[in-house]
């Protein structure tokens, strides 16, 4: 079930406007067609102001909403779980695993040199 709390635009001043100390999950996405395109937790002031710094997801994002929670890890796992069952076992768009050499060392992986090249 998505966070139940009103849009706020992601905006610098908006962002500074919270809590240093809130810690919870947050939503971020476009508010017109109230679509999440990623799911968060953590001190959500800085969170969402590390977002801007580093430039993440800026061109999408338009808006944001925010629960404070106690237990961070736990409350976004249960939005996760209903971001999927909502959306046919998809996470957020943004929310996408990039493929990373350490995604790819599972116990079911074959030896990195039976792997063959892609060319």
Sequence with gaps: MPIKADWIEFKVENIRTLPADLV?????GCKRGDKVLYIGKGVIRERLLDHIEKKRFLDVLTHFRKRRTENPEYAESRLMDSHRKAHDGKPPMLNKQ???????LRADAPPIDRVKPLI
């Design 98 to 104: 990039k493929p990373t050499v350490k995604n790819h």
């Design 24 to 28: 919870g999950v947050y939503e971020c």
